[in-house]
């Protein structure tokens, strides 16, 4: 079971990289809303992060689920780039990495999307990690505190200097606190009914786009 928790995100960021990169030639960037389709060989198992298994599973969450930073496809080295996060600091201790996140995000029922989110995500994934959450805790037990000083930053404090910690925390998916909130009880396993995707069907998945946070999104999953 270690091994899933830690090789489940990395191989899908390969995937994703992989599915993101291919469609770089589907045209010249795109509009909000519409439908996402993904081929795939082996389907969808659960929109769920916390039950899914498979490298598809993982490779639509990031297309559902915000993240603080994302790859950038198109430098050969995949730089990070934004994501919710429109920038980010780590002090020169290496102990504190802030993030600086879009103003006005929202979810997609009209929610706004903010830093609380974020902490509440992480804090939550911490809470539960040696049951539910155990699929992405390693993603975050290296965090000591982490807090939202205003609706768009974010300060992780680390005990000690964590060369991952760009990597972790901010490929980590970001919950709506407001819906997850009452399924977080620490139950195996931690659920969402996935109430926005009534044509969910075994190997035929239909996925609408994520909900929209910035220009430099949407430029980027549209490459």
Same mark, same amino acid.
């Given at each position: ?8 995100? /990395?191989?899908? &960021? %390969?995937?994703?990289?992989?599915? +993101? ?7 010249? @960037? ?84 903010? /830093?609380?989110? &974020? %902490?509440?995500?992480?804090?939550? +994934? ?7 959450? @155990?699929?992405?805790a390693n ?9 939202a000083p ?16 760009l990597s ?56």
């Open positions: 079971m270690k091994d899933r928790s830690r090789t489940g995100p /990395a191989a899908a &960021v %390969v995937l994703a990289i992989a599915l +993101i990169g291919c469609s770089s030639n589907a045209g010249n @960037g795109g509009g909000q809303g519409g439908t996402l389709r993904i081929g795939t060989s082996s389907g969808i198992s659960s929109l769920n992060p916390f039950v899914g298994f498979n490298q598809d599973d993982y490779a639509t969450w990031m297309y559902i689920y915000p993240t603080l930073v994302q790859y950038d496809t198109t430098k050969p080295n995949y730089d990070f780039a934004p994501n919710f996060a429109q920038s980010w600091d780590l002090s020169k201790d290496g102990l504190k990495l802030t993030f600086h996140t879009t103003p006005n995000a929202s979810w997609s029922d009209g929610q706004p999307l903010t /830093a609380d989110d &974020v %902490v509440w995500t992480v804090e939550m +994934i911490q809470k539960y990690q040696h049951g539910p959450t @155990g699929a992405w993603s975050v037990n290296t965090i000591k505190t982490i807090e205003d609706d768009n930053t974010v300060v992780a404090t680390y005990a000690r200097p964590t060369a991952t910690a972790d925390v901010g490929m980590t998916p970001i919950l709506p606190e407001q819906v997850w909130s009452q399924y977080a009880t620490g139950d195996p396993p931690v659920v969402s009914h996935p109430q926005r995707f009534p044509h969910l069907r075994p190997l035929h998945g239909i996925v609408k786009n994520p909900p929209q946070h910035g220009d430099r999104y949407r430029e980027l999953k549209n490459r």
